[in-house]
């Protein structure tokens, strides 16, 4: 659900004319439907047409044509006085819950995390499972997650601050929950809010297993590319920085979109990812060489034990 009315009277309180307009890859199919009803409010519309993975990825150079950025689908990230964000908010049915309560009864604190589109509905969520005697809390917002619970592919501050036993995401896939798992080191469930995929605990193990071949593998590179994103939410100079100074055979790449061909063109042995933490996680299959997270260029450099292993975020 996209609140249209709420966002036309934003943009006339900003006596904005020119309108630019960015929708992640999972919304982009409502792009022309949003553009035509913003067009017939008297709108100059401008669509963003470049890929976009979330909130950390502002399209800002389209200010240069409009007056304000429409970032449809996130809460803020990187809070700019010329961008409206817009999160994309889908209800739930709370009785799903019913299916997550065996799984959990018994549990003496039982911590609450979901992705944007039902982070709405956390403390909803909360309500039901201790009406239903599931002791359940959920964490406080953070500053990349200002919603009760509310977890990013790149932070689960929320899971943290919960300091609950055991965590149950609700959401479609487990990403999330395999990340609050190894995040937070506690027994974790992913519930699909629609039921096709029912509950399940999640285990790390596969992705760790994962983890420790390529830190194997960069072993013995020679060389370190590090990634620095030029994206408004994923700039970590000063990580970029400090990865720099681990090795005398590393030098730090200024790079937007990561892709397999990109890395193959710049021919370096190994990479260090201080860019999306997902990058390495999600997508090592696609690279020709290990992409590393911070941490695991600590332990490939010996500065780490491999049980010190911690996921990377971004605060």
Sequence with gaps: MIPLLDLIEELHARKAKRVAVQLPEGLKPRTAMLACSLRAEGFDVLICGDACWGACDLALNALADADVLVHIGHTPVTPHERVIYVPFQQDIDPDVLSLAVPALAGCPKVGVVTTIQHAHQTMEMVGWLNE????????????????????????????????????????????????????????????????????????????????????????????????????????????????????????????????????????????????????????????????????????????????????????
């Excluded at 997650?145 to 479609?172: I, R, S």
């Design 132 to 315: 239903h005697d599931v002791t359940a809390v959920a964490g406080a917002g953070s500053a990349r997650t200002p919603q009760a619970g509310q977890v990013l592919g790149c932070t689960y501050a929320a899971a943290k601050l919960a300091d609950a036993d055991v965590y149950l995401f609700v959401g479609t896939g487990i990403f999330h929950a395999i990340g609050v798992s190894v995040a937070t080191g506690k027994p974790t469930f992913a519930l699909d809010p629609y039921g096709e995929g029912g509950v399940q605990q999640v285990s790390a193990d596969r992705l760790l297993r994962k983890r420790f071949v390529q830190i194997e593998k960069a072993k013995s590179a020679k060389n370190f590319g590090i990634l620095l994103s030029s994206k408004s939410g994923q700039c970590r100079r000063d990580l970029a920085k400090r990865m720099e100074r681990l090795s005398p055979n590393a030098a730090i790449i200024l790079i937007s979109e990561v892709s397999e061909m990109q890395l193959r063109n710049l021919g370096f042995d190994a990479y260090v990812n201080t860019a999306c933490p997902r990058l390495a996680l999600d997508d090592q299959n696609r690279f020709p060489v290990p992409v590393l997270s911070p941490v695991e260029f600590e332990i490939v450099q010996g500065l780490r034990l491999w049980d010190d292993y911690t996921i990377d975020e971004i605060e």
